[in-house]
């Protein structure tokens, strides 16, 4: 069973920064497909990133598009730990930001939906005050 544990979150006024980490432990797996997704009240899901992983290393990252101009992702292959970078963050980004992974590969060409993850980490809140 994989473990997820998101950290980072907090309070933040518009235009600020945070770094949100997301670590993983306890299963390994030939190709991984990790993601950050966030979710504010009353809506849906909503994708922000995947990073493709092969033999423990990164084999790719994409942005979505909507996001690539202030967020930025990595991921440490040393610690298997993936990270989101956010920048001139704005009100409308307040929501529980949340890591998952499908131990499966996936292609950074294609978005995939919240149900082809297996394990999601518990999220962690990101507020942005104007």
């Known amino acids: 069973q994989e473990k997820l544990v998101e950290s980072g979150g907090g309070s933040v006024h518009a235009g600020g920064s945070l770094r949100l980490s997301c670590a993983s432990s306890?299963?390994?797996?030939?190709?991984?497909?990790m993601a950050w997704f966030r979710q504010a009240p009353g809506k849906e899901r909503e994708g922000i990133s995947i990073t493709s992983t092969i033999n423990g290393a990164n084999r790719c990252t994409a942005v979505r598009d909507s996001f690539k101009d202030r967020f930025t992702v990595s991921r440490d292959s040393a610690t298997n730990t993936l990270s989101l970078q956010m920048n001139n963050l704005e009100v409308e980004d307040t929501a529980m930001y949340y890591c998952?992974?499908?131990?499966?590969?996936?292609?950074?060409?294609?978005?995939?939906?919240?149900?082809?993850?297996?394990?999601w980490g518990q999220g962690t809140q990101v507020t942005v005050s104007s």
């Open positions: 998952a992974d499908a131990l499966k590969y996936c292609s950074c060409g294609n978005e995939y939906p919240p149900d082809f993850f297996q394990f």
């Open positions: 306890g299963y390994t797996s030939t190709g991984t497909c």
